[in-house]
C-alpha cells in the first residue's frame, strides 16, 4: 500500500493511515486547542489535549463515513480492500464496482447520509444534554464538520460521493457505466479547475473566499478525475471487443501430428519468439503443452519420426471464453498477474492466446481502421 501504515483491521476490512494524516492531526489539534484557550476553565495543557481529542473525534468521522460506503459494497458482496486516511480525508478502496446502477448510487450516499446521521446526533446532544462551554464548543465543531463533509462530498464530480451518483444516474440513463464515469471525471475536472483558481485568487488577495487549502483540494479533484477519465475511456473500449478478436496473429498453436522436423522447421528457426506451445489434435481440441527445450532430449536424426504428440505434457492451461470481454480478459491479467491466456471454446477448441503486451497494439490497429473506414 505504498507508504501508508497499516494499523489493524476494522470489521474485517484492512484500515491504513497515509503519513500526510498526522501532518493534519497535529494542524488540526494546534489550530482548534488554541481556540479553546478562550475558554477560562480550560488551563494548562487542557485546551491542546481537548483539541487533540477534538482532532480524533472528526477523523472518527470521516471514518464513520467510508465504513458507511464499505457496509453497504459488502451487503452487495463487493469486497473492500481496505480503508485509508489521509491529508484530504479518507478513502474506501473497492475490488469492483457495483453490478447495478442503482447498486452503484447506493454504496455512492451511504457515506454522505453516515455523515448527515452524525450531524443530526451530535446536534441533539448538543441542544438537549447540559454540557461545558468547552464540550459543547467540540460537539457542536464535530456536527458542523459532518454536515460539511456530508455536503462537499456531494458535489457531482469524480472522485467525490456526488460524483458517484451522477455516474450513477448517467449509466442507467444510457445503459454504459463507462459513460457516465466519463461524464462525473470530466464534472470532476471543471470543479477542480474551479477550486484551483478561486484558492489562487484568495492567495493572491483578488477574492475573500476560498484558501490555499481551496487550491490543493482543486488539484487533488483534478488530479483524480482526469485519472478515471482516462481509466473510464480504456475500459470502454475494452469492453467494445471480445476476446476471439484479440488473439495474436501468430499465436503458439500447433497441431499434434506434426513431425519435430516439420515442427521446428515451420515454428522456431527464424522465429523462436515462443517457448512453449499449445498442442491440439485434429479436430482443434487442446491435447496438452509442448516446450522448446524438450526438443533436446530428442537426437535431430530422429525427429522426422517423432511427433509433436511424443513430446506433449498434459497441462491445465488458464482460459477465457472466445465471446469474453477483452475488459474481463485484462481484469484477469491484473487479477492473476499473468501475462499470456488461451481463448477456449465451449466445445475445447482452441482460439489461441492473447498477449498481455498485445493489447494496446491491438486497440491501436482497431483505431487505425476506424480513421481509414
Known amino acids: 500500500m505504498n507508504n501508508n501504515i497499516r494499523v489493524g483491521n476494522l470489521f474485517g476490512i484492512p484500515f491504513y493511515i497515509n503519513p500526510s494524516w498526522f501532518l493534519v492531526l497535529v494542524l488540526v489539534t494546534w489550530v482548534y486547542g488554541s481556540q479553546l484557550q478562550n475558554f477560562p476553565q480550560l488551563v494548562g495543557v487542557a485546551p491542546w489535549l481537548l483539541g487533540l481529542v477534538a482532532a480524533l473525534l472528526l477523523f472518527s468521522s470521516v471514518l464513520a463515513h467510508e465504513l458507511g460506503h464499505s457496509f453497504v459494497a459488502l451487503k452487495q458482496g463487493i469486497k473492500v480492500n481496505s480503508i485509508t486516511l489521509f491529508i484530504f480525508g479518507g478513502i474506501a478502496s473497492l475490488e469492483e464496482d457495483s453490478k447495478t446502477p442503482w447498486g452503484a448510487l447506493l454504496v455512492a450516499i451511504a457515506g454522505p447520509a453516515v455523515s448527515v446521521l452524525l450531524f443530526v446526533l451530535f446536534t441533539t446532544i448538543n441542544f438537549s444534554v447540559s454540557l461545558s462551554e468547552p464540550l459543547s464548543a467540540v460537539i457542536g465543531l464535530l456536527a458542523t464538520v459532518n454536515l460539511i463533509l456530508a455536503l462537499f462530498n456531494m458535489i457531482p464530480g469524480l472522485p467525490l460521493d456526488g460524483g458517484n451518483v451522477l455516474k450513477a444516474i448517467v449509466w442507467k440513463i ?73 488473439v495474436s496473429e501468430n499465436s503458439p498453436v500447433i497441431k499434434a501430428d506434426l513431425n519435430l522436423r516439420e515442427f521446428v522447421n515451420e515454428y522456431i528457426i527464424g522465429k523462436g519468439e515462443w517457448s512453449k506451445f499449445l498442442v491440439t489434435d485434429e479436430e482443434g481440441k487442446l491435447i496438452g503443452e509442448l516446450k522448446v527445450d524438450d526438443l533436446k532430449i530428442i537426437p535431430t536424426s530422429e525427429w522426422t519420426e517423432k511427433t509433436v504428440r511424443e513430446l506433449t505434457t498434459p497441462q491445465e492451461v488458464t482460459s477465457v471464453k472466445p465471446k469474453q470481454s477483452l475488459l474481463e480478459v485484462v481484469m484477469m491479467f491484473e487479477q492473476n498477474k499473468q501475462n499470456e491466456v488461451a481463448v477456449i ?16 497494439k491491438f486497440l491501436d490497429k482497431k483505431q487505425e481502421e476506424l480513421k481509414t473506414a
Open 345 to 360: 471454446g465451449d466445445n475445447g477448441v482452441v482460439f489461441g492466446l492473447i498477449e498481455k503486451s498485445g493489447i494496446a
Open 174 to 246: 444510457t445503459g454504459n457505466q463507462y459513460r457516465g464515469i466519463f461524464i462525473a471525471s470530466i464534472v470532476g475536472q471543471f470543479i477542480g479547475w474551479i477550486a484551483i483558481v478561486l484558492g489562487l485568487f484568495s492567495v493572491f488577495g483578488i477574492t475573500q473566499f476560498g484558501s490555499i487549502w481551496t487550491a490543493f483540494i482543486g488539484f487533488f479533484l483534478l488530479q483524480n478525475a482526469g485519472r478515471s477519465a482516462q481509466s473510464a475511456t480504456l475500459q470502454d473500449k475494452l469492453s467494445r471487443f471480445t476476446a476471439e478478436e484479440a
